[in-house]
């Protein structure tokens, strides 16, 4: 199970902090990702961490997010700074057994979402 929170409104220049806790698998053996879809869109990949820690993350959210996790915990984190309008979406969590990219489709389990609205 995958349970997102801490999404909310925020102004353009802001941070959020996402949060996802995991349960009913081993979390620390995973990649985790978390992606995100506006109205009328795709769902987009946004930034996965594999279970070595490695990263990786969409060109438009490039120095601007983070993303973490804490295997203690077995909670996903996203640091969202600078925060422009065109990041309003909702946010979704997912895991992947097998591989780590940033495309949605091989994703197989996923949160409930949290959504998050940047006005300029």
């Known amino acids: 199970q995958l349970v997102e929170s801490g999404g909310g409104s925020v102004q353009a220049g802001g941070s959020l902090r996402l949060s996802c806790a995991a349960s009913g698998y081993s979390f620390r053996s995973v990649c985790m990702g978390w992606f995100r879809q506006a109205p009328g869109k795709e769902r987009e990949g946004v930034a996965t961490?594999?279970?070595?820690?490695?990263?990786r993350y969409a060109d438009s959210v490039k120095g601007r997010f983070t993303i973490s996790r804490d295997n203690a915990e077995n909670t996903l984190y996203l640091q969202m700074n600078s925060a422009k309008p065109e990041d309003t979406a909702m946010y979704y969590c997912?895991?992947?057994?097998?591989?780590?990219?940033?495309?949605?489709?091989?994703?197989?389990?996923w949160g409930q979402g949290t959504q998050v609205t940047v006005s300029s």
């Open positions: 997912a895991a992947n057994f097998w591989t780590c990219t940033l495309l949605a489709r091989t994703f197989g389990f």
């Open positions: 961490i594999a279970n070595d820690g490695s990263t």
